[in-house]
Structure formats: C-alpha cells, structure tokens
Nanobody, 123 residues
Framework: VQLQASGGGLVQAGGSLRLSCAASRRTISNNAVGWFRQAPGKEREFVATISWNGGSTTYRDSVKGRFTISRDRSKDTVYLQMDGLKPEDTAVYYC?????????????????WGQGTLVTVSS
C-alpha cells in the first residue's frame, strides 16, 4: 500500500485546510486510518482516527470540535478537515493505515505510512 497525503499549506490562525490521504497499489477500504502530526523537535503525536466504515472516530483532546476525520471508501481516500487552526497545529501531518478495521491512538497500531504534508499556521 502507498499512501499519499496532500492538502497542507500556509494558513492564518483561524483558517481552514482539508488534508487528503489517498491509497494506491492496494485498497485500504477495510482498514482503520489515522492522522498523526510531528512538530519540529517534538515526537509524533496522534491526531485522529477513523474505523474501516467510518462508524467510529477518535480525536486528541486539543482538536476536538475543530477537526473532522472522514472517509470515502469508493475513492479509497480519507480526509481531515481542519477548522479554527491555531499556531500550535503547525506540524507535518502523516496519514497511516491501521493493521485492522479499528485502530488506536498509538503508532504501533498502524502498518502503512504516507510521506507527510506540512501545515503551517501563522499567528
């Protein structure tokens, strides 16, 4: 499986971006998919995850109410809608396909990783 993350960019605080994670070579329609982020000098951290059918989602506390994860199984694509962006959201965002239909918040639950897309939020 290859995962391609896209949609990052530079945005002012309070703005919005929508990240996409598209799969190729093999479908991820039966896998959970998660978004993680890594800021400079910091460890990679969990952002959000969605189950195989979209029926279950989990978010880190700091993005609840601002970020929304969703998926289109027919397009084998997962999205992360980010609204109300803050400077502390600045990071490289990675998508990852889980080992199964559901996945947790730890990186070990994920098997395939995309290359990352940079999100920069200016104050």
């Amino acid at each position: 499986v290859q995962l391609q993350a896209s949609g990052g960019g530079l945005v002012q605080a309070g703005g919005s971006l929508r990240l996409s994670c598209a799969a190729s070579r093999r479908t991820i329609s039966n896998n959970a998919v998660g978004w993680f982020r890594q800021a400079p000098g910091k460890e990679r951290e969990f952002v959000a995850t969605i189950s195989w059918n979209g029926g279950s989602t989990t978010y880190r506390d700091s993005v609840k109410g601002r970020f929304t994860i969703s998926r289109d199984r027919s397009k084998d694509t997962v999205y992360l809608q980010m609204d109300g962006l803050k400077p502390e959201d600045t990071a490289v965002y990675y998508c990852a396909a889980g080992r199964g239909s559901f996945a947790g918040t730890d990186t070990a639950s994920y098997l395939y990783w995309g290359q990352g897309t940079l999100v920069t939020v200016s104050s």
